[in-house]
C-alpha cells in the first residue's frame, strides 16, 4: 500500500533537508549559517530540490548532499 503526501508534508521534508544541508555546509565547508543557506538557495541542488518531480525531498540529507558537493566542486554557486 501506498501512502500520497500533502504538499504540506512534502514542504515539511523540503525544509528539514534544507536546515541539513545547510548544517553539512557549515560544518564542511566552515560557512556561517548565512552564507550556508546564500550557498543553498542559489544551488542548482536546491531547484532541482523545490521539484516535486525529481522525488529529491524523499531522499536522505546525506544523498542529496553528495550532489551539492559535487556541484561546490564543478560550479560557481554564488
Do not use: W
Amino acid at each position: 500500500m501506498t501512502t500520497k503526501l500533502s504538499s504540506q508534508q512534502i514542504q515539511l521534508l523540503k525544509d528539514d533537508l534544507c536546515t541539513e544541508l545547510a548544517g553539512f555546509l557549515v560544518d564542511d565547508y566552515h560557512y556561517t549559517p548565512q552564507e550556508a543557506i546564500d550557498v543553498l538557495y542559489t544551488s542548482e541542488t536546491f531547484d532541482r530540490l523545490q521539484d516535486n518531480a525529481s522525488g529529491l525531498y524523499y531522499q536522505s540529507a546525506g544523498y542529496v548532499y553528495s550532489f551539492l558537493q559535487n556541484e561546490l566542486k564543478t560550479a560557481k554557486v554564488f
